[in-house]
Nanobody
Framework: QVQLVESGGGLVQAGGSLRLSCAAS????????MGWFRQAPGKEREFVGT????????LYAASVKGRFTISRDNAKNTVYLQMNSLKPEDTAVYYC?????????????????WGQGTQVTVSS
């Protein structure tokens, strides 16, 4: 069992930056693939990015590639999402997930555990 807690969301102007954190409980964090998803009002949850258990592989959605960076610190049981050059369309609740099923995971059903989400609002 893994519990995930996101933090770092908030209100930022377009062009600004935020760093989200996702802290995990348990001693097996380093064995999980981690991912970030987001859900805007009235829309389905969508993939943002994922990082392999070792941190050696990452994948990003086309909409955020080059602006967002995922990293992890297995010693701290934490995964991060650095978001730069934010746009109003990045406004959403951001969720982190943990997967035991794939080295990199881009689909919702590949994830076994989810956090409660953190709100990111980008003003124009």
């Amino acid at each position: 069992q893994v519990q995930l807690v996101e933090s770092g969301g908030g209100l930022v102007q377009a062009g600004g930056s935020l760093r989200l954190s996702c802290a995990a409980s348990g001693r097996t964090f380093s064995s999980y693939t981690m991912g970030w998803f987001r859900q805007a009002p009235g829309k389905e949850r969508e993939f943002v990015g994922t990082i392999s258990y070792s941190g050696g592989r990452t994948l990003y959605a086309a909409s955020v590639k080059g602006r967002f960076t995922i990293s992890r610190d297995n010693a701290k049981n934490t995964v991060y999402l650095q978001m730069n050059s934010l746009k109003p369309e990045d406004t959403a609740v951001y969720y982190c997930g943990a997967s035991t099923r794939s080295v990199v995971a881009i689909r919702i059903h590949e994830y076994d555990y989810w956090g409660q989400g953190t709100q990111v609002t980008v003003s124009s």
